[in-house]
């Protein structure tokens, strides 16, 4: 299966505490066996990976449009990864999300409400699946 996602941002990120009730984390497993490689999902549907994990800081995931294409990944249409990354900001108020269209070049807009953040998450969907629009600069947290 091939990625539904063919532009991205230069960085999209999200990060958890250790411990969440939202997301679950299993092995990739291609043909060849179980690789190193550690996927993250909420219910069925595919997240992205985790690149980092420390009690102190949480977990760190890569989100779907900045991985690569051509990994044989059960890759969910986009609007299913839209509604899970918002599921898992909905349910874990300690979670941080991050997005980059160009790394320092533009002005971080901070977020702090969810209706904020689910607004401009359409936008980088859309970006991310076609190309059209702009893709946001932002970083939410809530307060």
């Known amino acids: 299966m091939t990625s539904t996602f063919a532009f991205s941002p230069d960085s999209f990120w999200l990060r958890i505490p250790a411990q969440v009730e939202t997301i679950s984390i299993k092995p990739f497993v291609t043909s060849f066996g179980e690789?190193?490689?550690?996927?993250?999902?909420?219910?069925?549907t595919l997240l992205g990976t985790l690149v980092k994990c420390g009690d102190g800081e949480g977990k760190v995931i890569a989100l779907?449009?900045?991985?690569?294409?051509?990994?044989?990944?059960?890759?969910?249409n986009p609007d299913m990864f839209l509604q899970a990354l918002l599921h898992v900001l909905r349910y874990e108020s300690n979670a941080v999300l991050s997005c980059e269209r160009d790394t320092d070049q533009d002005?971080?807009?901070?977020?702090?409400?969810?209706?904020?953040?689910?607004?401009?998450?359409?936008?980088?969907i859309k970006f991310s699946k076609d190309g059209a629009g702009t893709c946001p600069t932002f970083?939410?947290?809530k307060l």
Do not use: F, I, S
Not at 35 to 44: F, K, P, Q
């Open 35 to 44: 690789t190193d490689e550690l996927l993250c999902y909420v219910g069925e």
């Open 64 to 76: 779907l449009p900045t991985l690569d294409r051509n990994r044989a990944y059960l890759w969910p």
């Open 107 to 124: 002005k971080v807009l901070p977020l702090t409400e969810y209706h904020e953040v689910a607004a401009v998450l359409t936008q980088v």
């Open 139 to 141: 970083l939410y947290q």
